[in-house]
C-alpha cells in the first residue's frame, strides 16, 4: 500500500488484515506506522501492529523506489496516495507480474456540467487540480494491467485531515454562526470513510472490477445548510445559525470561507452498488455522530480554526459573534 498511515489507510489496512492478507505499507517513515484508534482494544490493536510489514522510501525517488519494489514479489498495489502518472509507471515496471494496481482517484475529475449525478462515463475536466488522478487512469489502462479506480467525492469520517465536518465542529463548539455561501441549497454528497474502505476491499481480486473506475460516496445527497444542521445533531449542538453571503463581495486572501466548492457535485454511487455487492453502511448524521465521538469529540482534530474569513463575513452582514463560555 502506497500511504497508509493517515486516513483512508488506516481502515483499509485493518479490513485486509482482517480479511488475512499480508499487507506492507511504502511510507517515508515521518509518521508512526500504525496507531490505535479510539474504539481499539488494547489486543486488537497488538494485533494489527504486529502484522502489518513496513517498506521506508519516497516514491518521487523513482530509482530508489524501482530498487525497494524490484523482486519484492507483491501482487497488489494499493496506491492511496498518487497524484501524477509519473508516480506510477516506475511501480509498475518494477512489479511485471502484479495482479492488480487498485488506485485512489477523486470525484473531482469530472467536468462541470448542468447534467447530475455524474456517472463513471462523464467526461474529466483536463484543468481539473486533479488532472494528475485522471492522467493515472488513462496510464493505467494503456500499460494494460489490471487496474480498478475508486472515485470518492466528499470523505469524513475520524482522523480525516482535509477540514471537511471538522470546520462545522469547530463553529459548531464555539458557539458561532456558520457561513454558508450563495442560498445553502447546493446539493454536494459525503461519503464516510469506513463505507470507502469497505468499496476498496470489495474490489480486490473482483473480476467484475477489472478496468473499471467506481464512484463511492455516501446513499443520499445534502445540502449546505443540510450539512451543518446533520452536524449540529452529530455534535449534539443546539440548532445551528446559518448566515448566507455572497463571496463575489469579499476578497478574503488566503483565508478560506468554506470548505466545500461552490456549486452542486455529487455522484451515481449505482455501479459500485450493483457490480460490487457494496452499499454505505452509514448514513450521513449516523456517520457524523461516529466521526465526533471518535475523533472531535475527544478533543481531537488537525488544523485550529481560522476564523478569519467569518469574522469579514459577519461584521459586513451586521452579525455579532456571542461566543460560547
Known amino acids: ?125 483536463p484543468k481539473s487540480r486533479h488532472k494528475g488522478k485522471l492522467d493515472t487512469e488513462s496510464l493505467l489502462d494503456k500499460k494494460g494491467v489490471n487496474w480498478t479506480s475508486i472515485r470518492p467525492v466528499y470523505i469524513y469520517g475520524p ?30 454528497q459525503l461519503g464516510h470513510v469506513k463505507d470507502l474502505a469497505v468499496a476498496f476491499l470489495k474490489v480486490l481480486c473482483n473480476e467484475k472490477a477489472s478496468r473499471q473506475v467506481y464512484n463511492i460516496s455516501g446513499e443520499k445527497y445534502v445540502t449546505f445548510d443540510g450539512i451543518a444542521r446533520a452536524c449540529a445533531k452529530a455534535g449534539g449542538f443546539p440548532e445551528p445559525e446559518i448566515v448566507h453571503f455572497n463571496a463575489k463581495d469579499f476578497d478574503f486572501g488566503k483565508s478560506k470561507a468554506f470548505p466545500l466548492r461552490d456549486q452542486h457535485f455529487f455522484t451515481s454511487i449505482e455501479k459500485a452498488k450493483k ?35 467569518d469574522d469579514m463575513i459577519l461584521e459586513k452582514l451586521g452579525k455579532k459573534v456571542i461566543v460560547a463560555a
Request: proline share 5%; with cysteine; charged share 25%.
Open 275 to 309: 457490480e460490487l455487492d457494496w452499499e454505505p453502511e452509514f448514513g450521513l448524521v449516523e456517520g457524523l455522530t461516529d466521526s465526533y465521538n471518535l475523533d472531535f469529540g475527544r478533543g481531537t482534530f488537525r488544523k485550529k480554526p481560522d476564523y478569519t474569513a
Open 159 to 188: 482522523l480525516n485531515y482535509n477540514p471537511v465536518e471538522e470546520w462545522f465542529f469547530h463553529r459548531l463548539k464555539a458557539g458561532r454562526p456558520i457561513p454558508v455561501p450563495g442560498s445553502g441549497l447546493q446539493i454536494t
Open 1 to 125: 500500500m502506497m500511504g497508509g498511515t493517515r486516513f483512508i489507510g488506516v481502515y483499509l489496512a485493518r479490513l485486509l488484515t482482517e480479511a488475512g492478507h499480508e499487507v506492507t505499507l511504502f511510507t517515508r517513515g515521518k509518521a508512526p506506522i500504525t496507531q490505535q484508534l479510539a474504539d481499539e482494544s488494547d489486543e486488537d490493536y497488538k494485533k494489527f501492529s504486529s502484522s502489518v510489514k513496513h517498506l521506508q522510501g519516497d516514491r518521487q525517488d523513482f530509482d530508489g523506489l524501482k530498487s525497494k519494489l524490484s523482486g519484492s514479489g507483491f501482487d497488489v498495489v494499493y496506491d492511496i496516495n498518487g497524484r501524477e502518472g509519473a508516480e506510477v509507471e516506475p511501480i509498475l515496471d518494477s512489479l511485471p507480474d502484479l495482479q492488480q494496481y487498485i488506485f485512489c482517484s477523486s470525484a473531482g475529475v469530472y467536468l462541470k456540467s448542468d447534467l447530475l449525478p455524474h456517472f463513471e462515463t462523464d467526461a474529466g475536466d
